[in-house]
């Protein structure tokens, strides 16, 4: 009885530890922090995206509003410019 617990504890860390990786793996490729976005006082969620991504035209860098599943601005010390966080739909957006 003790083997069985034992072997099935063991099987649960590992599942855990392989859930935690795919997490990470996921998180990774799917995000893209861009820095320097000027920032406006009463910005909107559409025109922020917009800016954004016309920004990154600039830079050679296609990425639809359709790709992004989400965008914000990560927080900062104050004075400095937070950096804008994109999640994409796949990871063959994300520039190299």
């Known amino acids: ?12 860390k590992e599942a855990n530890i392989r859930s935690n990786e795919n997490e990470q793996f996921s998180r990774k490729n799917k995000n893209i922090k861009v820095m320097d976005v000027p920032e406006s006082k009463h910005e909107t969620i559409p025109e922020f995206s917009q800016n954004v991504t016309e920004l990154l035209k600039k830079e050679n860098i296609t990425l639809t509003e359709a790709e ?23 990871n063959m957006t994300k520039p190299i």
Do not use: S
């Open 68 to 90: 992004i599943i989400a965008i914000h601005r990560l927080p900062t010390k104050p004075g400095k410019i937070r950096p804008v966080i994109i999640k994409t739909q796949n």
């Open 1 to 12: 009885m003790d083997e069985r617990i034992a072997a099935n504890e063991n099987r649960n």
